[in-house]
């Protein structure tokens, strides 16, 4: 109740009596303190808890994810980068799409718009039918495109517009105009939400 409501001192409070009280707590009781603790701004307890969490829990994948988003709040982009290609490399197909995209974001934020192009083309082979992935790698692709046009690159203009879909081009664009005709509340909403910006980067094949 405590962390529905935002009382983040009280959860914390809540979750260090609970694993106080068991030395098998579950590695969601890792997880819970320390998100209490980064939502205070604890950021050192917070990676405390997961340290301790992880020599219990080694193999389980959010205690990993909860370490990558600790260095994401304290914007050690390098750190991140380092903690979601660790947790990439580790878990392979078990992966979910939100690790691609949170490598992807440490990338951009260091200007680094090739690698992150590269992490959204590795999601994408895992996920191929998560929209996320499909507009990040979109945008990056086109931003990619709008520098080299700014610098009279034509060529790789051309190739990072291309390279943001490929032979997946007809697909997308079918599939963003299937979303457009639904309409909100369809069973297409994810689609719905996107195809604006997927109308935008794919040209009408």
Request: aromatic share 8%; net charge negative; charged share 30%.
């Amino acid at each position: 109740m405590a962390m529905a409501t935002k009382r983040w001192c009280e959860a914390a409070a809540c979750w260090r009596a609970v694993l106080d009280k068991d030395s098998d707590a579950s590695a969601a009781v890792y997880r819970k303190l320390s998100r209490a603790y980064r939502y205070q701004g604890d950021l050192a307890k917070a990676e405390e808890i997961i340290h301790q969490g992880r020599a219990s829990h080694p193999s389980d994948i959010s205690l990993n994810s909860e370490l990558a988003k600790i260095a994401m709040v304290r914007k050690d982009w390098l750190e991140a980068i380092a903690r979601w290609r660790r947790i990439i490399d580790e878990f392979g197909d078990k992966t979910p799409p939100k690790a691609f995209l949170a490598l992807c974001d440490a990338h951009r934020r260091l200007g680094d718009l090739g690698a992150a192009q590269a992490a959204a083309r590795e999601g994408r082979a895992k996920h191929p039918t998560d929209i996320r992935l499909a507009v990040e790698g979109a945008e990056i692709a086109i931003e990619r495109a709008e520098i080299a046009m700014d610098r009279e690159e034509w060529c790789q203009a051309a190739r990072n517009v291309e390279g943001a879909f490929g032979d997946e081009k007809a697909i997308w664009w079918e599939r963003a105009v299937e979303a457009t005709e639904a309409g909100t509340g369809s069973l297409f909403d994810p689609w719905v939400k996107a195809a604006p910006a997927l109308l935008e980067f794919i040209d009408e094949p």
